[in-house]
């Protein structure tokens, strides 16, 4: 009997070797999944439908394309109070733990946008913000977040930054604020 991976999600390279890999999987219920990589493998069962599995995949970019929008405007703020952002980070880190916060908040803390084909690329994302925003008109849902972040990473992508990682919001919310792109 084989088994089919229908969707893979979650995971880029230095976050699966620090984290593990997500994976949302739809395989049959008669057989165990087993992935074999040197990190630890967290899975998703998202049932038999590769649909909920997409939707699945989106919902969940949602969450971190939402995170980073909270980031880029909370560092912002910090900022612009004269709070260091390595403390706001160090504060979030112990009331928020997590990945998403810790890995891009400390890559915004640091000004490090800019991966060279690291990280999840600012026309990529646009994309999957796109397919969101799509989704959420389609199901009528009322997700204005998803608006705010697809029209600062076309911000971003506007001034050239499309290779640079989502994250990039950040650049363009500190110019909006009349900031330096990076700290």
């Not at 990589?37 to 049932?47: K, L, M, P, T, W």
């Not at 997700?143 to 971003?156: M, Y």
């Amino acid at each position: 009997m084989r088994c089919r991976l229908d969707q893979l999600a979650s995971g880029r390279a230095p976050g699966i070797a620090i984290c593990g890999l997500n994976l949302i999987a739809k395989c049959c219920p008669e057989m165990h999944l087993h992935v074999h990589i040197n990190a630890a493998v967290q899975r998703s069962d998202a049932g038999d439908s590769v649909e909920e599995g997409s939707i699945l995949k989106l919902v969940g970019n949602f969450f971190i394309a939402g995170a980073i929008e909270l980031l880029a405007e909370g560092m912002t703020l910090s900022d612009a109070a004269g709070l260091q952002r390595e403390k706001l980070l160090e504060w979030l880190n112990l009331m928020i733990p997590g990945v998403i916060f810790e890995g891009y908040g400390g890559r915004m803390a640091k000004g490090l946008q800019r991966v060279d084909g690291e990280g999840f690329a600012v026309d990529m994302a646009i994309k999957d913000a796109s397919h969101i925003q799509r989704l959420a008109q389609e199901t009528r849902a009322s997700v204005p977040t998803i608006a705010t972040v697809l029209d600062h990473l076309k911000g971003a992508q506007a001034k050239g930054r499309g290779d640079w990682d989502w994250s990039a919001v950040a650049a363009t919310v500190r110019e909006a604020s009349g900031r330096n792109a990076e700290p």
